[in-house]
């Protein structure tokens, strides 16, 4: 199972940026899904999460600017980022929740992990 994400880039304050993560390979489901982001310095924390069932959750400090979203059908998750600040520029590393068969066809769950995205909000 493989995560690709795309969408960074760079920005001024108070821009947008639209963030996709797509997981590709043997899936039976994709529980929660998310991302985290990791600033220069500065530990890795979580930005926003997605149940299958749509439940959301999110960081205080991107509470009503961030939005996550997801399309099961093409498993698939989005991060809308609205009024960006200085403050969010970060790599932002998108995961999934797994849930697959081995080629032995027993069950496995494991988190994966997408390679990474620059976002650079500049004042």
């Known amino acids: 199972v493989q995560l690709q994400a795309s969408g960074g880039g760079l920005v001024q304050a108070g821009k947008s940026l639209r963030l996709s993560c797509r997981a590709s390979?043997?899936?039976?489901?994709?529980?929660?899904m998310g991302w985290y982001r990791q600033a220069p310095g500065k530990q890795r924390e979580l930005v926003a999460d997605?149940?299958?069932?749509?439940?959301?959750a999110y960081t205080h400090s991107v509470k009503g600017r961030f939005t996550i979203s997801r399309d099961n059908a093409k498993n698939t998750v989005y991060l809308q980022m609205d009024s960006l600040k200085p403050e969010d520029t970060a790599v932002y590393y998108c995961?999934?929740?797994?849930?697959?068969?081995?080629?032995?066809?027993?069950?496995?769950?494991?988190?994966?992990w997408g390679q990474g995205t620059q976002v650079t909000v500049s004042s």
């Open positions: 997605c149940t299958i069932g749509g439940v959301t």
């Open positions: 390979g043997r899936i039976l489901s994709l529980n929660k």
């Open positions: 995961y999934a929740e797994v849930l697959t068969t081995n080629v032995d066809d027993i069950y496995q769950d494991f988190t994966a």
